[in-house]
Antibody
Framework: DVQLLESGGGLAQPGGSLRLSCAAS????????MNWVRQAPGKGLEWVSI????????YFADSVQGRFTISRDNYKNTLYLQMNSLRVEDTAVYYC???????????WGQGTVVTVSS | DIQMTQSPSSLSASVGDRVTITCRAS??????LGWYQQKLGKAPQRLIY???SLQSGVPSRFSGSGSGTEFTLTISNLQPEDFATYYC?????????FGPGTKVDI
């Protein structure tokens, strides 16, 4: 079975940094685009970023552009999200999600909680 | 950016009912739309991709239709495990955008 396991969440201060990881298993990781999606407490889903299978191409939501970086290590089957200049409004559950062959996200991790507060 | 709207924002239904949720895009997105179900405290799961294709393992009471700017998710014969929040997602262009969600409860 395909599994995605996020880690790295926690408490950060405004202006601080965190790095999230997503360990993938049960799939040929290097052949799929990967995404981060977040959900603020009591709110809906918000797509954050995508990275191509090779890692050469990335896109970001306007709300995180210039502050977040997405990367991947295809040897370690791991996806990353480096979050800098964190804001209170970045508080959310962060999910990694595998890109489906027809677009969208066909497999999701269980999520990791990020809280930004002073 | 493509804006996605959903209606209704919430609905009350009973087991056995037929439920229809509508998603509209601010511009044409061909059939680049999926539907996701999220139960309280859990990660979302995809139900439908490419507007009308059923994700593997998803019961056939879920179906999707539409094209261009208007899309529909239909749940026939609503089951107790279907009470959840449903989101549409367009993946036609970046940034990818979700609808605001439709909560289905009793």
């Amino acid at each position: 079975d395909v599994q995605l396991l996020e880690s790295g969440g926690g408490l950060a201060q405004p202006g601080g940094s965190l790095r999230l990881s997503c360990a993938a298993s049960g799939l040929t990781f290097s052949t799929y685009a990967m995404n981060w999606v977040r959900q603020a407490p009591g709110k809906g889903l918000e797509w954050v970023s995508i990275i191509s299978p090779s890692g050469e191409t990335t896109y970001f939501a306007d709300s995180v552009q210039g502050r977040f970086t997405i990367s991947r290590d295809n040897y370690k089957n791991t996806l990353y999200l480096q979050m800098n200049s964190l804001r209170v409004e970045d508080t959310a559950v962060y999910y990694c999600a595998k890109g489906g062959k027809s677009g969208g996200f066909d497999i999701w991790g269980q999520g990791t909680v990020v809280t930004v507060s002073s | 950016d493509i804006q996605m709207t959903q209606s209704p924002s919430s609905l009350s239904a009973s087991v056995g009912d037929r439920v229809t949720i509508t998603c509209r895009a601010s511009q044409g997105i061909r059939n680049d739309l999926g539907w996701y179900q999220q139960k309280l405290g859990k990660a979302p799961q995809r139900l439908i991709y490419a507007t009308s294709s059923l994700q593997s393992g998803v019961p056939s009471r879920f179906s999707g239709s539409g094209s261009g700017t208007e899309f529909t998710l239909t749940i026939s014969n609503l089951q107790p495990e279907d009470f959840a929040t449903y989101y549409c997602l367009q993946h036609n262009s970046y940034p990818l955008t979700f609808g605001p969600g439709t909560k289905v409860d009793i």
